[in-house]
């Protein structure tokens, strides 16, 4: 079984940042593609970014130039740096990961799901 875990959400102020993380555990051989989505409410979910194996990144218009994902193979760990944060960017964000399991078969996982809020 594999679990993903985000954290570092919460409440900032317009203009300010957040770094949210998501910890990939379990049995797993390796990771592949790594996503953050996001869902406000009376929303459909929108992809807001994506990293491969590789590094390379892309991203929704929405948040070019202000959102950074980044990961860290080694701890099995995505990251997404958020600067300057708008009221619209106030959704629930999860991480997505393709990973290859150990049993040989590949499947995509969901992590829970982590509140974030601009509001002054």
């Known amino acids: 079984q594999v679990q993903l875990v985000e954290s570092g959400g919460g409440l900032v102020q317009p203009g300010g940042s957040l770094r949210l993380s998501c910890v990939a555990s379990?049995?797993?051989?390796?990771?592949?593609?790594m996503r953050w989505y996001r869902q406000a409410p009376g929303n459909q979910r929108e992809l807001v970014a994506v990293?491969?194996?590789?590094?390379?990144?892309n991203y929704g218009d929405s948040v070019k130039g202000r959102f950074t994902i980044s990961r860290d193979s080694a701890k099995n760990t995505v990251y997404l740096q958020m600067n300057r944060l708008k009221p619209e960017d106030t959704a629930v964000y999860s991480c997505?990961?393709?990973?290859?399991?150990?049993?040989?078969?590949?499947?995509?996982?969901w992590g829970q799901g982590i509140q974030v809020t601009v509001s002054s």
């Open positions: 997505n990961a393709d990973v290859q399991r150990s049993d040989g078969y590949p499947n995509a996982y």
């Open positions: 379990g049995s797993f051989v390796s990771i592949y593609n």
């Open positions: 990293i491969s194996s590789g590094g390379s990144t």
